[in-house]
């Protein structure tokens, strides 16, 4: 097991009719900007729900905040926060509005010039405290240090991470997730599964419980989402999934462990230059890199395929057997809905030099566990993700 | 799965070396107590590592503390800290020295008559904040609100929990647990088993990420048990029970499912009264629990079978299952060398009334899931366990 050092102290709120609690957790006397999105919790009703608990305070709202959350909405808001003498941020939505909060709660507080320097590593001293209502379970967001923010103008999509943006608490109820559209459930469970896969299928390093933890969450995930799809009212089944998504990506299972985002990074940039949803590109750009990169995760992959889907690897032999589970990942994918080929959204070989500069540009060379996956390897990898 | 609320902030420190971090997480102005067990620590490093990394510090040491921390060793460190000032108090040894510590903190700032009234649920409302350097993987105490103490004068063996004995960090090196005595060693994998047991064997509610994970620690601590006791030094081994034991515990797992911990509670009454390792009086009620509420627990117990020990249900029949899965139990328990009789330990029905009349007085006549294991029953439980 390798060395750590974790501390989450987000408070977790869990279960039906928890909204109405949220005054309770924002200082009496801060005006709160509330942030959403496209305007889908002014449908199901959590919007309502949320201003009915704040009633009496100081609320101020900025919604709009966009799917891929864009650094040009989200410098928006940081104005609002500095002209309103903004004391709490409020998220209400997923994790797009979510991450979006994040930045802005660093970025008020920015003096060093353009906030958009965080996004490459530039260091924040103080952030606007947050809290959040989610309403879709995917990013883990809820109960990380982590956001992802995307720049139109450059087409970029990078992460920061800062323990000054861990949301006070957040209110997660399941019953506000019934409303979303079969699109946005399939995403979020594949976004989570592949959050576990990248803390995970990397080489064993002797941490027998951060893996079963893992594939804990996996098999989860592979039993709940389905159902989720086709019993959208299903309390537990969405419970189950929420709670999923947020332990995929609370950074408790990847304590101790090596870790993999290439997926993600690639992933980012398909979604910046292409427009796809985050989790779609996780699905085309997974399967493959464990194909890739079948020999240096092959112990790895062999656990996942035995615990994980129950193939019989002694019978098949190593090489079916990862084929396999290959096979049985994109599968689960294209069951929820997800297609795993960049054809299927009708990219073609001739974007691929763009994405690998993109990657280039952002120091993004030597990617994976071992630091090996570079702008040859990447090629190789998005070839055969057409 | 059932509504929850979880927030733990506690820090953990995990790895080798990490004791001559200490300094940079205790605010350099407050004068540290320094609390510890038998001696133990003197022996291993541990405390020289100890007071090395807090050089230049305001350090008072207060050592003694006990197996089954008594009430009446903490309230003279409580004295300690009131006459010298005492603003951190430092843990250095296992659960005991933590228990210990969390109460003395407790204690110390309670201004309500005697601090014993604090084991019978009188309120608390500042507490000397505290830390800890764990050197015996068991009790969860480092990443937990719980304490156990013991009084001697009454026989006593209560708990409190508070959150505001959190510790503010936890520095777990596996290294400090190589030169810990077999029977310690066994017994905190005992106790961190039993931990999850109790946060597990109950009914059924839907949770399977939380049952999962359970299973996991479950079967981790199977494999590196008995490593532990046939290799002291094998890093791995060590770290992987020291983080079982530290997961058992953080009640992650328990959040959204319901508890039994009656094998606690009667087992906190057979030590007060008869002096056996807490971990010894768990080893004797856990099986025999298991099957006096084989109905009520049917399904649990059945899924523990066929997850844990993979015993085939189908071939064997349900009874022939629980039978089989509380026999392995019970031989897991012994092959760590923890016997699991009371008559192991020269106790006989005699001394059952007076267990039973204790757990009354403590107004524990409703354990349970179910709330359903009263007087007659834990006697039915006692008697089984001669």
Request: aromatic content about 6%.
């Amino acid at each position: 097991m390798l060395d750590f050092t974790y501390q989450n102290p987000v408070k977790i709120i869990f279960g039906k009719e928890k909204i109405q609690d949220v005054a309770g957790e924002i200082p009496p006397d801060a005006t709160v900007l509330l942030l959403y999105g496209q305007g889908s919790i002014k449908k199901n009703g959590v919007h309502a729900l949320t201003i009915e608990a704040l009633a009496g305070r100081r609320v101020i709202e900025f919604g709009g905040i966009e799917p891929n959350p864009s650094y040009e909405t989200a410098m928006a808001a940081v104005n609002v926060v500095r002209e309103k003498g903004i004391g709490f941020l409020l998220s209400v939505g997923g994790g797009s509005v979510l991450d979006a909060t994040k930045f802005i709660a660093a970025a008020a507080r920015f003096e060093d010039g353009d906030p958009w320097q965080i996004m490459s590593g530039a260091p924040i001293h103080d952030a606007v405290p947050l809290g959040a209502i989610l309403t879709l379970p995917a990013t883990g967001s809820e109960m990380n240090t982590n956001a992802v923010i995307s720049r139109k103008s450059s087409a970029d999509k990078l992460y920061f991470s800062s323990p000054l943006v861990y949301p006070r608490f957040s209110i997660l109820d399941p019953t506000t997730t019934y409303s979303l559209p079969p699109r946005q459930t399939a995403n979020g469970v594949v976004d989570a599964f592949v959050h576990v896969m990248e803390q995970y299928l990397t080489w064993p390093s002797d941490a027998p419980l951060q893996d079963r933890m893992a594939e804990g969450i996996l098999q989860t995930l592979i039993e709940e989402g389905p159902k989720a799809l086709t019993d959208p009212h299903d309390y537990n089944v969405r419970a189950n999934i929420m709670w999923c998504a947020t332990l995929a990506l609370n950074d408790l299972i990847g304590q101790g462990v090596p870790e993999d985002w290439s997926t993600h990074m690639i992933g980012h940039q398909i979604t910046a230059m292409h427009g796809l949803d985050h989790a779609q590109t996780l699905a085309i750009v997974l399967p493959v890199i464990m194909d890739v990169k079948r020999d240096k995760k092959r112990e790895k992959i062999l656990q996942y395929a035995e615990r994980v889907w129950k193939i019989d690897s002694a019978a098949l032999g190593e090489e079916k057997t990862i084929d396999s589970a290959m096979a049985k990942t994109r599968e689960f994918f294209e069951t929820l809905g997800v297609r795993t080929r960049l054809g299927d959204y009708g990219i073609n070989a001739a974007s691929i030099p763009a994405i690998i500069e993109k990657l280039q540009e952002h120091g993004m060379t030597a990617l994976g566990e071992h630091a090996d996956i570079g702008p040859d390897t990447i090629r190789e990898i998005l070839e055969r993700c057409l």
